[in-house]
């Protein structure tokens, strides 16, 4: 593959694309902060015909809750436009006839998962309810588990301890079958806009080192959600789909390996640098490169103006 190009014309790139799918997260907000300009691309993109979709492997917020957020940045977005990886977690769990199992889900994660499986009806411990929960480490102190557990969701938590990690690994290597199922795996996440912050890869990371196991993931790059949305909407050319995200292994990875048109933006975590190989490439993103790439999403808009 040739390296990125610099999406100088977008109209070119425009003029191919029918669904745009855009991550959150340093693409259309960095924290709490909205990017500058970006209401308008999206409201210029739906003027074009443009159908438009936000993936995002942030997990804390439900669909529900990440609607909220939109409308609290003065952004028009429907429900069902919205795919975070909380979503994806419980869409997995519905694929594969979790419910009939009668089995719980032990959650390391924030309100986003618990809501979304409320919402299919699997019963759940575990979550915030344990975010003050200590370990008796103390003589003949141990972690009691429910054995109901038929699967351990770990999600990205602030509230994470060394109680539900213990839980969680009580669960995986002990009860037969429990399965180990991650949103994400990203390595840094932006909790504000002043700097990155471990991401969710720091909690996976600590389940696989004291199992010796590796989890089903279903966020981005995995293709439960594009798979998701292609049946869903009934597109069927998904190169007539464009990916557009700040990460070589997530974002770009995901449109990559699933078929679709790729544009990276610089507006969050990859640097033109990064991207260009002037700088070590970060863990991970070996080979990975978009099509395009573009400051912000803000290039798109002539382009959108003229469509």
């Known amino acids: 593959m040739s390296g990125p190009s610099k999406l100088d014309e977008p109209s070119k790139l425009l003029s191919n694309v029918d669904v745009f799918i855009f991550d959150c997260d340093g693409v259309i907000w960095r924290g709490d902060s909205l990017i500058d300009g970006v209401p308008s691309v999206l409201d210029q993109l739906r003027l074009a015909g443009k159908k438009i979709f936000f993936v995002?492997?942030?997990?804390?917020?439900?669909?529900?809750?990440?609607?909220?957020?939109?409308?609290?940045?003065?952004?028009?977005v429907q429900p069902e436009e919205i795919f975070s990886s909380s979503f994806a977690a419980a869409a997995y769990l519905e694929q594969t006839k979790f419910k009939d199992t009668g089995k719980k889900v032990y959650i390391i994660g924030e309100k986003g998962i618990s809501e979304e499986l409320d919402a299919i009806g699997v019963s759940w411990l575990g979550g915030e309810a344990d975010k003050e929960k200590k370990a008796?480490?103390?003589?003949?102190?141990r972690v009691e588990i429910d054995h109901d557990?038929?699967?351990?969701?770990?999600?990205?938590?602030?509230?994470?301890?060394?109680?539900?990690?213990?839980?969680a690994q009580l669960c995986l290597n002990e009860l037969p079958g429990c399965e180990f199922i991650a949103t994400n795996l990203d390595r840094v996440t932006h909790l504000t806009d002043a700097q990155e912050w471990a991401g969710n890869g720091t909690m996976v990371g600590a389940v696989s080192g004291c199992t010796g196991r590796e989890p089903t993931l279903v966020g981005k790059p995995a293709p439960l959600?594009?798979?998701?949305?292609?049946?869903?909407?009934?597109?069927?050319?998904?190169?007539?789909?464009?990916?557009?995200?700040?990460?070589?292994?997530?974002?770009?990875?995901?449109?990559?390996n699933n078929g679709l048109k790729t544009c990276l933006t610089l507006s969050g975590v990859t640097t033109e640098d990064e991207l260009m190989e002037r700088a070590p490439r970060k863990k991970g993103t070996e080979g990975i490169q978009p099509e395009f790439y573009v400051e912000t999403i803000n290039d798109f808009i002539s382009a959108a103006k003229d469509a």
């Open 136 to 141: 008796d480490m103390g003589p003949g102190g």
């Open 225 to 256: 959600m594009i798979d998701y949305i292609a049946t869903k909407y009934g597109i069927t050319d998904r190169s007539r789909i464009c990916m557009v995200g700040d990460r070589l292994d997530t974002d770009i990875a995901f449109g990559r």
């Open 56 to 76: 995002t492997n942030n997990s804390t917020k439900s669909r529900v809750g990440y609607k909220s957020k939109f409308t609290s940045l003065g952004l028009d």
């Open 149 to 167: 557990v038929g699967a351990v969701v770990v999600g990205f938590d602030r509230h994470i301890n060394y109680y539900k990690l213990q839980y």
